[in-house]
């Protein structure tokens, strides 16, 4: 092991490497040059900047980390020389680029990337600025890794916030403004007019407020919370009633504080939050890897689009009502799933991951065939479903429908969380952790099998029928492997099996991206990278499965004491 | 006494491979037996065979009198067996009260709309559950570990976690795979000590597994010996402790017979 004194040149050599190629790719892929577009912080530094530099920050942590001890004085020069490679790698790049033609091959590889990496110096002079800023930064990823852990969690919290805050200020600016004593009190933190991000001023209140917020808070938190817990049940119960009553004002009133744009990105993010808690009953808690979920979604969807469908092209069009059709929906999404169960139930792994990727491609090839065409449209998809009608008001904008999506959130929310806490739960996660032994304890598999992939398959079908209405035409392309893919991946990133796990996941992969729509080509490649450093970095997710202390909520019961006298004889 | 277990001419096989050979056990009601037996001599095959894994291609199993081979595990565990494994099976990411929990599946009824609408059934249930679980807790020795995952646990405990979960199904025949295995002199003796007090508390009929000879003589009532599937002796410890054919079995014909040197016997076993 290294001492205090010691550190492995050879890792932070390595990981100053690595991190070099990694900043050269991104580079080259034109990420740096796209992102630039957008400043952070006004007038200081551009978001592809941040980019670059937070690469550099993160290379630099990681060399310390795992070159040195904690605490040792070492972490600053290991982290200042991961830096330095970083840039010189950097630098390297630059030269490259001006003096030969890259561009054929590499399309990236323009003047203007160069202008970037060099801080609209030049080349010689820019290089210098380059190699400094490298180890400046490196140094203080280097102090980073010195820092005691609460610290440094409240340091990357705040730089966090600000990059969010100026990633988002442009929306944030457009809710702020339909408040005029708002904006008047709040201009100063954001950049004016064409200027993009927050001000300088504004990123150092927000980072000081954030860090200082999460350090009082953590330093307090167990304070608070072994006094809540002292309170007495009455009031401890009208505390949380309080604060239900709270969220649900702030999610009664958002749309109106949000503005069009704002909800329409929340409603997209709500209909996968509804596929989300469907996908994680059937992956997260009973571990049936399910890669044809869109299926469902596709039959919710085209099953309110022919009922209630009044163009008359349809031969089974009856124009019915929106809200009657949608328990027809669900119930034969329902079937749906229970059909695709049945065939499975033999099956494990990635033998069920191939049938029911399988399952999803039948369902969208049959939209897509002439032979389903003239019940459900074939390629040209079935448009003219009518808005609904709910109690007079007309359900055809984003506002209002963001309320019929929190309602089915919220529905499957609720039994999502009842089924978890009850002996179904508890069965579906025995059979996720051994379905051989799950079965000897009693458990029958068919039953518990084809209840997960029914109960996933309804909250799926009811998701696509709000699709449907939504945007009022549905088309077979709608209904692709990648949603699945989506859906599946934001549990993941979310942490599988965890209720609160898929809104994170879902603000994270659907939410996120609709709001940089403009970089939507790197979509997937971040969604790529992402995927990978979680499995390696934090592989529970970032909201894991909690785990349900149960032991000390109850007395002891008296025969208990009985029964250990007798045991311990 | 009747006997609780009986298998008659059981044999199961893997393609040419016979693993259990017309196999015939009875094993009386409330008592401790143990199956012994050499590497691969079908032990394991045969506790698959009573709990459900595997179906014999001939022979029958009855339990209390009604046939049980060709029944589902799960149908199996509904008639009150259950089981452990040789290699610890928990459900490593469940918490020590969840694992038990699962165990206490067979004596619950509540039903998908009972847990949505949390009706008194589903109240009922879960409460009994619960407190089926603690009471399994302290009985095993486990009584403050309950809230910890599984995996967590040391092993010793996650042996007797196991028990506790295979006890949670009420069961009237119990099977240990090897509960020993991998235990130090001391806590052998410990856990030979439960499975005495386990049966002399609960009531419960036990089959035994084991290599540990000192464990099997100390506890067993009946031991039967299996060879290559067959079934070469069986009796009251001390009788088969001095039965020829099991000592062949276990060192080897030429040790038996010629009394050669220990390691030349133990080259013939491996």
């Known amino acids: ?569 | 006494m009747a006997p609780i277990l009986v298998a008659n001419n059981v044999t199961k096989q893997f393609g040419g491979l016979i693993a259990v050979n017309k196999l015939s056990v009875e094993i009386p009601e409330q008592s401790i037996s143990s199956i012994i037996g050499p590497n691969g001599a079908g032990k394991t095959t045969f506790f698959n065979c009573i709990t459900g894994f595997y179906t014999p291609e001939s022979g029958e199993i009855l339990f209390r009198g009604s046939r049980i081979d060709g029944l589902r595990p799960d149908q199996v565990t509904q008639m009150r067996i259950s089981r452990t494994y040789q290699n610890i099976r928990l459900f490593t990411n469940l918490t020590a009260i969840e694992n038990i929990m699962v165990g206490y599946d067979p004596h619950l009824k509540t039903g998908w709309l009972d847990a949505v609408l949390r009706t008194r059934r589903y109240h009922e249930d879960e409460e009994a559950a619960h407190r089926e679980a603690i009471r399994l807790l302290h009985f095993v020795g486990l009584a403050g570990s309950g809230d910890q995952i599984a995996r967590n646990l040391p092993y010793g405990a996650q042996r007797r976690l196991e028990i506790a979960r295979a006890l949670a199904s009420k069961p009237g025949l119990l099977l240990l795979d090897e509960p020993t295995a991998g235990m130090n002199p001391h806590e052998t003796v410990e856990m030979m000590h439960f499975i005495r007090n386990l049966r002399d508390s609960l009531g419960t009929t036990i089959m035994l597994i084991e290599h540990d000879m000192r464990l099997v003589m100390g506890v067993s009532e009946q031991v039967t010996v299996l060879d290559f599937g067959e079934k070469i002796a069986e009796g009251l410890p001390a009788e088969i402790q001095s039965n020829q054919r099991v000592i062949e079995a276990y060192l080897g014909r030429g040790a038996a017979t010629e009394g050669m040197s220990s390691s030349q016997a133990g080259n013939t076993t491996t």
């Open chain 1, 1 to 569: 092991m290294l001492n205090n004194a010691q550190m492995n040149w050879q890792k932070t050599l390595q990981l100053g490497l690595i991190g070099g190629l990694v900043g050269i790719l991104i580079a080259l892929v034109g990420m740096v040059e796209t992102f630039d577009k957008r400043d952070i912080i006004a007038g200081v530094i551009t978001m592809g900047q941040t980019l670059l530099l937070l690469t550099v920050l993160i290379t630099a942590y990681f060399a310390a980390r795992s070159s040195t001890r904690p605490g040792s004085p070492l972490s600053l020069l290991s982290g200042t020389l991961a830096g330095l490679i970083f840039s010189l790698m950097l630098g390297l790049l630059a030269l490259a680029v001006e003096n030969f033609n890259l561009r054929p091959v590499l399309v990236n590889a323009s003047p203007q990337l160069v202008r970037i990496l060099t801080f609209d110096e030049g080349l010689p002079g820019g290089l210098v600025q380059l190699f400094l800023i490298g180890a400046v930064i490196g140094a203080i990823g280097g102090a980073l890794h010195m820092l005691p852990d609460r610290i440094r969690s409240a340091i990357t919290l705040g730089l966090a916030v600000v990059a969010f805050l100026g990633l988002m200020q442009e929306i944030l600016q457009v809710t702020i403004r339909s408040v005029p004593a708002l904006d008047d009190g709040l201009a100063w933190m954001f950049g004016r007019g064409t200027e993009k991000g927050v001000s300088a001023a504004g990123a150092i209140v927000f980072f000081i407020v954030t860090v200082t917020a999460n350090l009082l808070w953590m330093g307090n938190s167990q304070r608070v919370q072994s006094r809540f817990s002292k309170l007495p049940a009455r009031s401890q119960r009208s505390v949380r009633w309080f604060l239900y009553g709270l969220i649900f004002l702030i999610v009664l009133y958002l749309p109106a504080i949000l503005g069009l744009y704002l909800t329409e990105v929340i409603n997209a993010t709500g209909l996968m939050i509804l596929m989300g808690l469907g996908l994680n009953i059937v992956v997260g808690f009973a571990g049936l890897l399910d890669l044809g979920y869109v299926a469902f979604y596709a039959i919710g969807a085209y099953t309110i689009g022919v009922l209630t469908n009044l163009s008359g092209e349809l031969t089974w069009a009856v124009g019915m009502n929106f809200w009657l059709a949608l328990p027809v929906a669900i119930a034969l999404a329902t079937f749906a799933g229970i059909l695709l169960g049945i065939p499975v139930l033999s099956m494990r792994g990635d033998y069920l991951a191939i049938v029911t990727l399988g399952f999803g491609e039948i369902i969208r090839i049959l939209a897509l065939s002439d032979f389903l065409k003239p019940t459900i449209g074939g390629s040209q998809g079935i448009v003219n479903i009518p808005p609904p009608m709910f109690i007079q008001t007309l359900i055809n904008k984003p506002q209002t429908l963001y309320y019929v999506i929190v309602a089915g959130c919220l529905l499957a929310l609720f039994i999502g969380q009842r089924l978890r806490d009850s002996r179904l739960g508890r069965s579906w996660k025995a059979m996720r952790e051994d379905e051989d032994v799950a079965q000897a304890m009693g458990i029958n598999l068919v039953a518990t099998k084809l209840l997960a992939f029914a109960t996933g398959a309804a909250f799926s079908g009811l998701s696509g029928a709000i699709l449907a209405i939504k945007l009022g035409t549905i088309y077979p392309h709608s209904f692709a492997l990648l949603i699945s893919i989506n859906v599946l991946a934001l549990i993941i990133v979310g942490g599988m099996g965890s209720i609160p796990g898929v809104f994170v996941g879902a603000l994270l992969l659907v939410g996120l991206p609709e709001l940089l729509r403009e970089f939507a080509e790197y979509r997937l490649l971040i969604y790529g990278a992402l995927l990978v450093v979680m499995m390696q970095v934090r592989p529970e997710g970032f909201w894991p499965e909690a785990t349900h202390k149960r032991e000390l909520h109850q007395a002891t019961p008296d025969v208990v004491q009985a029964d250990t006298l007798q045991a311990e004889a």
